[in-house]
């Protein structure tokens, strides 16, 4: 079981209070109505599923509720970092060479 | 029948003899003594059969990593367990203990023709002889192989124990209490870091307890454990915690832990668990699992009385038992040497010290001969003879690599020691990296993944002094990192046996190694030439060798046979260890429970039960009830002598005919407030929500992005900017998550606040001809008339006094009202509203009579008759899409090219060309019966019921392009016929018009 930062109660709690939420940065279209079959596809179930660093969604559901985003190494599965819903992702390169 | 054991030694209670059964023969035993001990006091060796060959067996170590004396343990009906380790399990009286895996008894077993048949059964030999024909795999091979299968017998009846479950969390974790752990402990301890430290046997202390000769600060070991022990029990901060095995290393220092609570106590005291799971999460962990010995591979090593010479010492010094008069010892190790004086030193007469090494230690041998002890260095051992007790060891000598001439010595027990393993199970769990060290031949820890330390023999340290220096350390460093002033003190040691060897592959011999039987996996009967053969066989990788001849894969998961058969594999296929490297090593590191892996998950409290305020009034009136979701509802109301489809055809012409009253309470209810809840609204659900007035109701819709439906429920405006939303029972939770999904990180502007009001209102539904009539007079500040409080209204209002939202809601087709009111005043509202309702023929009803009522009319239930894969279109609801709403979740995605094209599977109505009968939810359709196999599959039943007010069987279903096939006549395959169906295009079986919904009877 991981612990787990909630970047919004800022504390390191046991993954039994939070929930996956898919990979993050895929924001939905403005105006669906506008885009191609192919980027609506692309945006409902192409997703990068990387061996590496994959940023990903996470809710604190049996906590404070919130959505918020964090890097996890998923070959160790170790959180790199957590931060909140609509910040920048952050620098892969500089978190992944920290995780060795 | 005490011959076996030596008075006034070791840690057994002599004064307080157990008594215990082992296969119906009753036996005496020590307080102290495990079941192998005391069996071996008693000089039984022969405690199992093995697997595969049936081959008489006997104990071969003192711990936890035995694989022969596997014994069924009871303590009465449904207390029986399987595969208990006779090594472990502490004897208690009235213990009663049966040999498992033979038949008709342990001496004499038919199956052990299996031993006569051998070369069937070689390495991979499912595999080769299980082949053809195809034909005897479900009739002959599979029921053969079930049967032979498994050792033990699994219980047949439900576990009579309580199994419990906690979670901890320590600065300092250490496992394993022998020396290496206890100084980690002490060191960590005794500078206030918390601490808990936990050892697998029941009684701390290690290999001190196997080795009394010691000597440490000046005292005598056990004088010295003692000591210790009082110390930390005087620690505040320390908790000691024997019986418990570290099982599992997870994530950031998370350590499963299973705890033995009882099975060692005669009586133990009421209620009380058996075994704890404990999840303990440390900021260090300090791994102190020591080293486990390893057999030697000759033939015929597995004989009852063969078994480890650090295990014969252990039952010497530890349980006071002589496994034998005349022991011959087998070694690659200076350890068994000494297992060998303290035998001598104790009036056992060893035969023999047998020794791989051309030259062994002078001091030895001399103290060896001195003892009286013949020493034969330089030999090797060829074989052993007796049938189910081993009377004489084959030795040869060696000489330029030669095996000699062989001689035979008499004897009544082999101890055997090929050297020792370091323990890396745990430190294999966190997917450490391992290093092979080639002067020890083992692997040691390498790469770490965690905050961990290992200390000891774990990582290849020898001797009792290297331990204790090496735990301090350990136990220093652990707590200073977690922010303790901790030094490690030094312990002084005198009368320490530190030593050497080497580790071999199989022992050479002069026969046929084909013909040996030299055993690597006792359990699972895995020879070397096993091993040979599969790597001949094509099998390059460990893992491969490993699942071919399935070494390693028995209850003990290779603690004795992994490095045998790697060094034997790596022999084969003229590689070093490494290369060839190690299986992986999974948790559990001995085998656990299903009870302390399911805790408290069991019976009433296997999961959360949700009940309504009314289910209390349901369970009086001896409702029958079903799970759904995790709520507990009402299925149906029998009366007495009424079975389910007489109680269902009744709560259904109630409702029909006079009045239902129905607790809908676990109705997933969210409300939607703020000034932009109308917006949000718009865009979660297909419908259309602005022009929605005050006080009125919508069927809301709700897909995923994706276009398919997820939920549905009604929706009451009850102001501008506040909206009561309800869903379907178990779609609660998913609704709610997805609703804040949205909010959150998609329209973070919008000003919406949602609040799951689930367990909030007690909600009773009255439905039928007479609702308005009983409803009315309760009901304060609201005209109820169908003309001021038409279909699809809600409002507040006072009911029975009581504050309530009333909604005009059906989900029957009749005349119906959903009442609101604060959970806590549900159930004397539900009272009052059944007296009133006496004389308009008021009926409870529950689920199923709502299934049915719902089903006439055709109302879907999302999750029964939609599965994730319709369309609003394919379930013939486009008419809740608001058609001019720009966008809302999912709308895209029903303009897909494969949402809009042809054969999609659309929900229709279906009718048996015979009334009476009901179709199997769940039933496949085909267009013709008679079609060769597999047929073309066209869709499925959702919902089949025996509908009372049409007086036959209704049913709907998914069917490929099903509104076109409208009247069409298709057939559902089942075991004994095909029962031809009519499609009708509509799913509104009853009251078509919806004249029901609005009836207009006289308000009193």
């Known amino acids: 079981m991981l612990l787990i930062r909630c970047p919004y109660c800022e504390q390191d709690l046991p993954e039994l209070e939070f929930a996956y939420a898919g990979e993050a940065h895929i924001a939905r279209p403005q105006d669906p109505s506008s885009v ?31 959505f918020f985003n964090a890097a996890r190494e998923t070959v160790s599965d170790r959180f790199l970092a957590t931060y909140k819903a609509g910040e920048p992702r952050p620098d892969i390169a500089s978190l992944s060479g920290e995780a060795r | 029948m005490t011959s076996h054991r030596l008075p006034n030694r070791g840690r057994v209670d002599h004064a307080r003899p157990v008594r215990f059964s082992f296969d119906g023969r009753s036996y005496q035993g020590l307080a102290g003594d495990t079941l192998a001990s005391a069996l071996l006091a008693n000089g039984v060796h022969l405690m199992g059969r093995s697997f595969k060959y049936h081959r008489p067996r006997g104990v071969v170590s003192a711990g936890s990593d035995e694989p022969n004396a596997l014994m069924g343990t009871s303590r009465g009906p449904r207390r029986f367990e399987p595969n208990t380790r006779a090594t472990i399990q502490e004897l208690r009286d009235g213990l009663e203990a049966t040999s498992q895996n033979r038949w008709p008894s342990l001496a004499f077993d038919f199956g052990a023709i299996n031993d006569r048949l051998g070369s069937l059964f070689s390495a991979g030999f499912y595999y080769k002889t299980f082949m ?57 301890g005794r500078c206030g870091a918390s601490v808990m430290l936990v050892d697998e046997t029941a009684e701390p202390g290690g290999s001190l307890l196997s080795e009394p000769s010691v000597t440490i600060d000046g005292r005598p070991a056990w004088d010295w454990l003692a000591a210790i022990l009082a110390e930390l ?11 418990t095995t570290a099982i599992g290393y997870y994530h950031q220092n998370l350590i499963g832990l299973a705890q033995r609570l009882t099975d060692h106590l005669a009586a133990p005291p009421e209620g009380a668990p058996r075994e704890r799971l404990w999840r303990v999460r440390a900021g260090q962990v300090v791994l102190a699992q020591g080293a486990l010995e390893k ?53 056992v007469k060893p035969a023999a010290i047998v020794d791989l090494r051309a030259s062994v230690d002078p001091a030895l041998a001399a103290r060896a001969r001195a003892l009286g002890i013949e020493v034969l260095p330089g030999h090797t051992v060829t074989g052993t003879s007796g049938r189910l007790r081993v009377q004489s060891l084959r030795v040869n000598r060696i000489e330029n690599g030669k095996v000699g001439a062989a001689r035979e010595i008499a004897c009544d027990a082999v101890l055997m020691c090929g050297g020792w393993t370091p323990s890396l199970h745990l430190f294999s769990h966190t997917r450490g990296s391992l290093t092979w060290d080639g002067e020890l031949k083992a692997f040691l820890p390498g790469e770490k993944t965690e905050a961990v330390q290992i200390a000891g023999a774990g990582r290849g340290l020898w001797g009792i002094a290297a331990a204790l220096d090496d735990g301090a350390s350990a136990g220093a460093a652990a707590a200073r990192v977690a922010g303790h002033d901790a030094t490690a003190q030094g312990h002084a ?3 320490d046996r530190t030593g050497s060897g080497i580790t071999c592959k199989e022992l050479p011999t002069d026969r046929d190694p084909a013909r040996a039987k030299a055993f690597i996996d006792f359990q699972n009967d895995v020879t070397a030439k096993d091993i040979r053969l599969a790597v001949r066989e094509g099998m390059r990788s460990i893992e491969h060798v490993k699942r071919y001849t399935t070494n390693g894969m028995a209850t003990d998961q290779g603690k004795m046979s992994n490095l045998n058969g790697l060094m034997i594999a790596a022999d084969a296929l003229g590689q070093e260890a490494p290369q060839v490297g190690l299986t992986t090593f999974r948790p559990p590191y001995t085998p656990t429970s299903f009870g302390t892996l399911a805790g408290y998950h069991q019976a009433a409290t296997f999961e959360v039960t949700r009940k309504t305020p009314i289910d209390p009034w349901a369970q009086a009136q001896g409702a029958v009830f079903e799970p759904v979701a995790l709520w507990r509802r009402a299925w149906y109301f029998p009366k007495p ?14 409702v029909r005919t006079a009045v239902g009253i129905f607790d809908a309470s676990t109705l997933g209810k969210i409300e939607v407030v703020g000034p932009d809840a109308v917006t949000f609204l718009e865009r979660m659900y297909t419908n259309p929500w602005a022009k929605l007035g005050i006080g009125r109701c919508r069927y809301g819709l709700l897909l995923g992005e994706d276009g398919f439906i997820r939920d549905d429920g009604v929706i009451g405006r009850l102001s501008e900017g506040r909206f009561h939303v309800t869903t379907t029972t178990g779609g609660a939770a998913r609704v709610l998550n997805m609703m804040e999904d949205y909010l959150q990180t998609e329209w973070p502007e919008l000003k919406v606040w949602l609040t799951s009001t689930t367990e909030q209102w007690a909600v009773i539904a009255l ?46 087709g009749e005349l119906g009202f959903e009442i609101n009111v604060p959970a806590r005043h549900g159930r004397a509202l539900w009272e009052k509203l059944m007296a009133a309702g006496q004389p308009y023929g008021i009926t409870p009803y529950g689920t199923e009579a709502m299934h049915v009522l719902r089903a006439e009319k055709g109302y879907i239930i999302v999750g029964q008759d939609t599965d994730g894969t319709l369309t609003p279109d394919d379930a013939g609801l486009s008419w809740a899409i608001g058609k001019a709403k720009p966008d809302f979740v999912g709308k ?28 199997e939810e769940g039933a496949q359709i085909v267009a013709d019966p008679h079609q060769p196999k597999p047929m073309t599959m066209l869709g499925h039943v959702t919902s089949a019921y025996w509908s009372e007010a049409l007086g036959r069987s209704i049913a709907m279903a998914v069917i490929a392009d099903g509104r076109a096939r409208d009247g069409e006549t298709l057939h559902i395959p089942m075991p004994d016929r095909a029962i031809p169906v009519r499609v009708v295009r509509s799913t509104v079986f009853y009251d078509p018009e919806g004249a029901r919904l609005s009836l207009r009877e006289e308000t009193p």
């Open chain 2, 132 to 188: 053809w024909p195809r034909a005897f795999w479900d009739r002959v091979y599979e029921p053969v192989i079930r049967k032979a299968a498994g050792l033990g017998v699994s219980p047949s009846e439900p576990d009579a124990d309580r199994y419990a479950s906690r979670f901890a969390h320590v600065e300092v974790l250490v496992v394993g209490a022998g020396p290496a752990g206890l100084a980690a402990a002490l060191a960590a």
């Open chain 2, 767 to 812: 439905q039928g001809p007479n609702a308005r009539k009983l409803l009315a007079p309760f009901v304060e500040g609201l005209d109820v008339s169908e003309a001021a409080f038409p279909h699809m209204s809600v409002a507040e209002c006072t009911v029975a006094g009581l504050p309530a939202r009333l909604f005009r809601v059906s989900f029957t």
């Open chain 2, 493 to 495: 040691v005198t009368v």
């Open chain 2, 233 to 243: 029990a005087a620690l505040p901060n320390v908790t000691i915690m024997p019986r």
């Open chain 1, 36 to 66: 191609s079959d192919e980027e609506w596809r692309d945006f409902l179930f192409i997703r990068s599923n990387p061996r590496g660093v994959h940023v990903e969604r996470w809710r604190h559901v049996n906590g404070c509720a919130r």
């Open chain 2, 641 to 654: 002598g009424e079975d389910r489809h007489a109680a269902v055809n009744r709560e259904c012409r109630a």
């Open chain 2, 892 to 919: 895209r995605s029903l303009a897909r090219p494969d949402m809009v094209a042809k054969g999609r599977k659309q929900l229709v109505g279906l009718l048996t060309d015979d009334p009476k009968t009901v179709l």
């Open chain 2, 295 to 347: 057999p030697l591979v000759f033939d015929g090593n597995d004989r009852p009385g063969v078994m480890l010479a650090g295990a014969a010492q252990t039952y010497l010094n530890r349980y006071s038992v002589k496994i034998g008069d005349r022991p011959a010892i087998v070694t690659t190790h200076d350890s068994a040497w000494f297992a060998a004086f303290d035998l001598a030193e104790a009036g």
